[in-house]
């Protein structure tokens, strides 16, 4: 268990770095937007892909990737139930909202705690996959809908192939798939920029946090505490309610499906709100409260299901 403090520790520096910068505006105004733009547009792309290109195609499809499927679907039905049918909110507040309740950090978290606690980094990989071919075309449409104010077909269809995260991510699995070498010095440009992508990411999210309060009055803090108790309390029982009981999980592999479960909301939701200039707020602040109080849900499920 000293591995998940390690981990939370080491992310918990970088982003106190990120506040420091921010703090003292080491980058000038713009340096927040410019750090994001180069996240989403080159250094997130290049690392999903090396991930995913060098997993093995067995773990990539596995029950794991059903239970976590269905997880995510239970927290992002019951955010959307609650803020948009019955709060009514607008649809790229609510689709932020559903990302940071679902959408959990299967990078710069999920890596490190696989690798921690799991015992293998590449239990994280189903997760991203399943997250950045999926869920994120569907939920950038809607930033791009709620945002835009028009939608077709041809915009719907061709999202995949318009946004660098997902063109990265499909590359990543071709080469798993047809189990291409790639050598090294085609590969290793790859993982270096992509190594720049988990630090540079916690920074920019230390910065935001300079100069404001979390939980902060008129700030849409009702949404922060509904996606943060879904993100922590509800994703992780529906885990191991469906592994256990829908797929009669047990041992390694039900702990397995709850620690991924239980993983905070991912920054990229955080980076998604500051690419469309939507529900910021409600991302930020659900990104910092779901990665204080993840710990306490691991330490929780290590002592339950080891």
């Known amino acids: 268990m000293s591995g998940v403090l390690t981990g939370f520790l080491v992310i918990g ?8 910068v921010g703090r003292i505006k080491l980058l000038g105004p713009h340096g927040q937007p410019v750090l994001a733009r180069a996240i989403f547009f080159v250094l997130s792309p290049c690392l999903l892909f090396t991930v995913l290109a060098e997993a093995e195609v067995s773990r990539l499809f ?12 239970t927290a992002f039905g019951i955010f959307i139930a609650v803020a948009a049918l019955l709060w009514r909110r607008a649809l ?9 309740a679902g959408y959990v950090n299967a990078n710069n978290i999920g890596i490190p705690v696989s ?14 996959l399943l997250q950045l071919l999926i869920f994120t075309p569907i939920a950038l449409t809607l930033l791009d809908i709620g945002t835009g104010g028009k939608a077709s077909v041809g915009r719907i269809l ?21 189990r291409v070498e790639l050598p090294d010095p085609v590969l290793e440009p790859f993982r270096l920029i992509g190594a720049a992508a988990l630090p540079i990411m ?3 999210f230390g910065m935001s946090l300079s100069g404001t309060r979390v939980l902060e009055p008129g700030s849409g803090r009702k949404d922060v505490l509904l996606a943060t108790m879904i993100k922590l309390a509800v994703m992780p029982v529906a885990a191991w309610l469906i592994g256990r009981y829908g797929f009669g999980m047990t041992g390694h592999e039900l702990f397995a499906v709850v620690v991924l479960a239980s993983l905070p ?15 910021l707020i409600l991302a930020r602040d659900t990104v910092l409260l779901t990665t204080v109080g993840s710990v306490g849900v691991l330490l929780i499920a290590s002592l339950l299901l080891t």
């Open 115 to 128: 690798v921690y606690v799991l015992g293998d980094a590449t239990y994280s990989a189903p997760v991203v």
């Open 202 to 204: 916690l920074i920019s």
């Open 13 to 20: 520096v970088i982003i106190a770095v990120g506040y420091v």
């Open 62 to 73: 596995s029950p794991l990737l059903v239970v976590s499927l269905l997880a995510a679907l």
């Open 265 to 279: 909301s991912a920054q990229n939701v955080f980076n998604y709100a500051q690419r469309y200039s939507r529900g």
């Open 92 to 100: 790229p507040e609510a689709t932020i909202g559903a990302l940071a």
């Open 158 to 178: 061709t999202q995949p192939f318009r946004n660098p995260i997902i063109i990265g991510s499909l590359l990543g699995l071709v080469v798993s798939l047809t």
